[in-house]
């Protein structure tokens, strides 16, 4: 089962890479509406000081904490032979509590929100799909080294990368839908609209480069 720790360890140093790149590119775009904004020097350290809390504490522990929680429930059922309907969904039941208290969207939204329900049950599709993805890529027993060879084993083509992308991409951008279509479900008192602002352009910048990193390792 060598090839089990191995492939965990190519996955997690690969999500943490993207978390990285996904918060410096909130940073840097908190830092370009503020600047570009006219909201008044009271409010605009208040905002940036929110973002920078958020980003270097709550956000980056946070997603590691999902990432443990999807990588370690995905090891388990590898581990543990096949995988059964009723063995798959008891895993995501027992885990996503765990899951949906570190997402970054749900911790700055109100649990008591109209739209909350629907939030949370794309929080828990973008969640089975991690997971699911995450068997995938844990089962590949080639010789592989380095994240680009372990996707090539373990989609085979770039048609089928894609696919598994543009789920997990889906459920993004549905989320972010739900709190675009009526901030009111934010908790943050100040900057709701830059906060959405960065929130759809942050992802439309990870989409793109999410995208051109799987034509690179497929061309």
Known sequence: MDYIERNYKILEKR??????????????LIDTELDAG??????????KAFYKYWSDKEATVGTLE????????AKQLVQNGEISKEKFE???????????????TDRQCKNTHQNYRKLKE?????????IEESIL???????VQGYNELSKATFKTKEKAYEALKRQL??????????????????????KNIILKVLRLGFEMTKKKLIEDLDDIFN
């Open 15 to 28: 999500m943490i890479e993207q978390m990285e790149t996904s918060l410096n590119y909130g940073k840097n």
């Open 170 to 191: 889906d459920y993004n951008e549905e989320g972010i839908a739900i709190v675009e279509k009526d901030d009111t479900i934010l908790k943050v008192p100040l900057g």
């Open 38 to 47: 006219t909201l008044n020097f009271v409010v605009k350290p208040i905002i």
């Open 122 to 130: 794309v929080t828990k599709k973008c969640f089975i799909t991690q």
């Open 137 to 143: 890529f844990l089962n590949v027993k080639d010789d």
């Open 90 to 104: 008891r895993i995501v039941n027992k885990n996503f509590p765990i899951y949906l208290e570190n997402d970054q």
């Open 66 to 73: 999902q990432i443990r929680v999807t990588l370690d429930s």
